[in-house]
C-alpha cells in the first residue's frame, strides 16, 4: 500500500501565492509519475500540472507561467508553487501518483485527500 498526504492548501488574496506539497510513503519502488489535479464546485476534476520520473513537466494552459512543479526524489515529494493566483485558481487540490510496488509487476495509482485552495478578490 501506499499512502499520499497532501499539505499546504489555504486562504490567499489575489495575487498571492501558494506552495503545496505532497508526500507518498509505503511500498514504493519508484515514482513514475506525481500529478496535481484541482476540482472545482461544480466542475470536473482537471489536470494542472505534471512531472514524470524522467524529470518532464507539463501544465494546463490556464497555470503556465504561474504555476511551478517540482519533485523531490530523495523524498517522494512534490510540490505545486503557485504565483499570481486568481479566484478561478479556487478549488480542492489533489495528489495523485503512478508508482511501481514491491512485489507488484504493474503500476499503481493513488491519489491523496485534496487539500482546499481559496483565492479572495
Known amino acids: 500500500q501506499v499512502q499520499v498526504v497532501e499539505s499546504g492548501g489555504g486562504l490567499v488574496q489575489v495575487g498571492g501565492s501558494l506552495t503545496l506539497s505532497c508526500a507518498a510513503s509505503g511500498n514504493i519502488v519508484s515514482i513514475i509519475a506525481m500529478n496535481w489535479y484541482r476540482q472545482a464546485p461544480g466542475k470536473q476534476r482537471e489536470l494542472v500540472a505534471s512531472t514524470t520520473i524522467g524529470g518532464s513537466t507539463s501544465y494546463v494552459d490556464a497555470v503556465k507561467g504561474r504555476f511551478a512543479i517540482s519533485r523531490d526524489y530523495a523524498k517522494n515529494t512534490v510540490y505545486l508553487q503557485m504565483n499570481s493566483l486568481k479566484p478561478e485558481d479556487t478549488a480542492v487540490y489533489y495528489c495523485?501518483?503512478?508508482?511501481?510496488?514491491?512485489?507488484?509487476?504493474?503500476?499503481?495509482?493513488?491519489w491523496g485527500q485534496g487539500t482546499q485552495v481559496t483565492v479572495s478578490s
Open positions: 495523485n501518483v503512478d508508482v511501481r510496488e514491491i512485489g507488484r509487476w504493474v503500476s499503481s495509482n493513488y
